[in-house]
């Protein structure tokens, strides 16, 4: 059973940072790409930043630059180091489990997520 459990959310201003955690449980972890989305009140869930397992990395257009993601294997967790933070990157940020082929593909284990806000 797969386990992902974020932490690190809460509220900022802009131009603030925060870095997301994501601790995962069982031994996919290393083998799997691993993603954070992000919901947004009304809007759809979307992909933030993406990193497989030999450390290739996506991210959305809105957070290049911005955004880094990373993952340590050794602790089964993946981070998400959110820098010069805006008010339109307010949303809740689950993190998630994935394939990567060429891009990455969400599979259906996800975790609790963790709000993040950014005040204007």
């Known amino acids: 059973q797969v386990q992902l459990v974020e932490s690190g959310g809460g509220l900022v201003q802009a131009g603030g940072s925060l870095r997301l955690s994501c601790a995962a449980s069982g031994s996919i972890f290393s083998r799997n790409a691993m993603g954070w989305y992000r919901q947004a009140p009304g809007k759809q869930r979307e992909l933030v930043a993406a990193i497989s397992s030999g450390f290739s990395t996506k991210y959305a257009d809105s957070v290049k630059g911005r955004f880094t993601i990373s993952r340590d294997n050794a602790k089964n967790t993946v981070y998400l180091q959110m820098n010069s933070l805006k008010p339109e990157d307010t949303a809740f940020y689950y993190c998630?489990?994935?394939?990567?082929?060429?891009?990455?593909?969400?599979?259906?284990?996800w975790g609790q997520g963790t709000q993040v806000t950014v005040s204007s």
């Open positions: 998630n489990v994935g394939l990567w082929a060429g891009t990455y593909y969400a599979l259906d284990y």
